[in-house]
């Protein structure tokens, strides 16, 4: 393209070869209608690479421009082929509706694939980590960092010598380099890399180390204000590393790189130190002549049910623990395992269903997740409340350390199940978005909120003597213990049930909403506090097709929540019980815009105060998820309100 007159291009061409002039290391994907289409230099090597036919186009130039092109749902298939061939891809998408655009369609960069970036599934061994490393050699001393951006990992160190260098290559078997000048002229053997380990080396310019840059956006990214709280306040060189690869990711991605929650510092000392001739010739995890897993220890010992556990395993193989407490921690939970036979093959059992979370969880974030690993993701949360029952009665502390951290996600299981259908296609129509919603604890976690005090009744007071109002929606095993321990304040509160097997009648729902609107009214204004809960059962004929039965889940949904839509009397406070409840009252009946979230009244448990544009300003509004609390919990807010 050097030698391109730029001005006797046709306007199309030229928004081109301007947008390929900013990804000049990128083969660029140009998306033309159905197809992405590739121009000059980049369709001569695509043609090549890909095996694809090469045609031309008209430009304005003499002579026609070199194209070849592939159709946008078959991308993933040619952009693999090339990614493992060691070539970054720009993926330039149209940003704007061709039918309302006026000229030329407006496009843009959406990311950029490189063999340590890429996301799709198919094309990653689910069995090990895909690694990017960042090497950066300042002043005989290595900073490195090390992610899988397809899991979040993210880990940072720094290393004397070369040696100790390429023993943490070996270990960790990055698909993809980046590193600064200085290292990509400091002698080491890169081809021996390339052609021994496959692994693509990138040099980036020298503003991605530029030492102020890096801080800023390590500590930007994790919302700290020094780098004691990252644990990284004596990694000088390897805050430079971490820092660099960020922005690399951050350049690449174009996301807010989201499930990337925490960085973790380690010591090669922590871990038997193996050097790369000691670990081919051990045939840790392939074998010495074929390099394949099978005859290998790691295939041996791989008896894991999950991707997860099998990535896990290949970690635990490539680097053993030296540590004399952590290694007896996990001898004691594989004796305890392997002395409970029924408890272990009873965990194997519910671990087989379960896919590979921590991707699934990634292309979630990333907003590229299609409705069959939503299904996926569903089928995998369903497995976590026997899992967590089994461990209930182990005793190993590594085992019951476990069993504390395991969330059952059982409110956010029912989401997903509400919402999408038995056999949802494969994807949906271009131009479609996601909308996630989940618990408290989920968006605490991924904004880091640091603990605050609970809230009491002083902060509670709402600026009327009206009753309060509690909706129940969810129908959790949990949410139904809470309700009938709430009824013991049977006389203190009021207690209206809404019959949802009215949906079966003539405008029965309707009817309903209307009798339940009326008599909540009357309390409310009486200063009573009325609890309206759905009857715990729905009637459904046998004959109901599982999209007849969503349907019918959304209609009784919508009604619910129309009851705080229909109030005229402002009550004192309003409490919403259930996932979906609390978030369609939030969004459509109290049509809130922006609220000050104040805090929690109980562990898992925000309260909002509502924003001068929804229908009842200045009121608390508690968000209770179906699946949290104990069986009192909702009875002691109550108490506390009332």
Not at 382 to 406: C, H, V, W
Request: proline share 4%; glycine share 6%; net charge negative.
């Amino acid at each position: 393209m050097e030698n391109i007159d730029i001005d006797k291009l046709t306007p199309m061409m030229k928004i081109y070869c301007e947008t390929k002039e900013q990804y000049k290391d990128c083969i660029l994907f140009y998306r033309l209608g159905d197809f992405y289409e590739m121009f000059f230099d980049d369709a001569l090597t695509a043609s090549r690479e890909l095996e694809i036919t090469l045609t031309g186009k008209s430009c304005g130039l003499d002579e026609r421009a070199p194209m070849c092109g592939i159709p946008y749902h078959a991308v993933e298939g040619y952009l693999n082929r090339l990614v493992a061939k060691g070539y970054k891809v720009a993926i330039c998408e149209q940003v704007e509706d061709p039918k309302t655009a006026k000229g030329i369609v407006k496009r843009e960069v959406v990311r950029i694939v490189t063999p340590g970036t890429n996301l799709d599934t198919q094309a990653l061994d689910e069995t090990k980590n895909n690694y990017i490393m960042c090497i950066v050699y300042i002043a005989d001393r290595y900073g490195v960092a090390i992610a899988d951006i397809s899991t979040g990992d993210y880990f940072v160190t720094e290393l004397p010598d070369s040696s100790r260098l390429m023993d943490e290559i070996y270990k960790f078997s990055p698909s993809e380099i980046i590193c600064n000048e200085a290292f990509y002229m400091s002698g080491m053997d890169l081809d021996a890399m390339r052609d021994k380990l496959g692994i693509t080396i990138y040099s980036l310019d020298s503003w991605y180390f530029d030492d102020a840059v890096c801080k800023d956006k390590l500590l930007e990214h994790f919302k700290v204000k020094n780098f004691a709280g990252l644990g990284l306040a004596d990694y000088d060189c390897g805050i430079i590393s971490a820092g660099a690869l960020l922005i690399y990711l951050f350049e690449t991605q174009k996301n807010s790189l989201s499930n990337l929650t925490h960085i973790t510092p380690y010591v090669t000392g922590k871990y038997m130190m193996i050097d790369s001739s000691t670990r081919r010739n051990l045939e840790l995890c392939e074998t010495l002549r074929e390099k394949q897993k099978r005859g290998s220890l790691l295939w041996v010992l791989d008896k894991t049910r999950t991707a997860m556990g099998a990535r896990t395993l290949r970690k635990n193989v490539e680097q053993p623990l030296i540590d004399k407490s952590e290694i007896n921690r996990r001898l004691d939970a594989v004796e305890e395992l392997k002395n409970q036979a029924i408890a272990r093959e009873e965990i194997r059992e519910y671990l087989s269903p379960v896919y590979d979370l921590e991707r699934l969880i990634t292309k979630i974030t990333y907003g590229s997740a299609n409705p069959r690993d939503l299904t996926a993701f569903k089928g995998s949360l369903e497995m976590l409340p026997p899992i967590r029952y089994i461990l209930q009665d182990l005793q190993a502390p590594l085992l019951k350390e476990i069993y504390e951290d395991l969330d059952a996600l059982e409110d956010l299981c029912e989401l997903v199940t509400k919402a999408i259908r038995e056999d949802p296609p494969l994807a949906m129509k271009e131009g479609k978005h996601y909308m996630a919603r989940t618990a408290a604890a989920f968006t605490k976690v991924m904004g880091r909120i640091s603990d605050q005090p609970l809230l009491g009744r002083e902060q509670l007071e709402g600026d009327t003597k009206n009753g309060g109002i509690v909706l129940i929606g969810s129908h959790v095993k949990k949410t139904t213990d809470q309700l009938n321990c709430l009824k013991e304040l049977d006389g203190q509160v009021d207690f209206m049930e809404f019959q949802v097997n009215t949906v079966f009648e003539e405008n029965g729902l309707e009817k309903e909403v209307e009798k339940t609107v009326k008599a909540a009214e009357e309390k409310i204004l009486s200063g009573r506090t009325v609890v309206i809960y759905t009857s715990r059962q729905l009637l459904a004929p046998e004959n109901m097709t599982p999209e007849e039965k969503l349907q019918i889940s959304v209609k009784i949904s919508n009604a619910v929540t129309s009851i705080i839509g229909k109030l005229s009397v402002k009550p004192k406070f309003i409490i919403a019980k259930g996932g979906i409840t609390s978030s369609d009252v939030g969004t459509k009946a109290l049509r809130v815009k922006k609220a000050r979230v104040m805090g929690q009244v109980k562990k898992g448990i925000p309260v909002w105060m509502t924003g001068e544009e929804s229908k009842f300003p200045g009121m608390p509004y508690i968000i209770f998820p179906g699946n949290v609390g104990e069986v009192s919990t909702l009875k002691e807010i109550v108490e506390e309100l009332i």
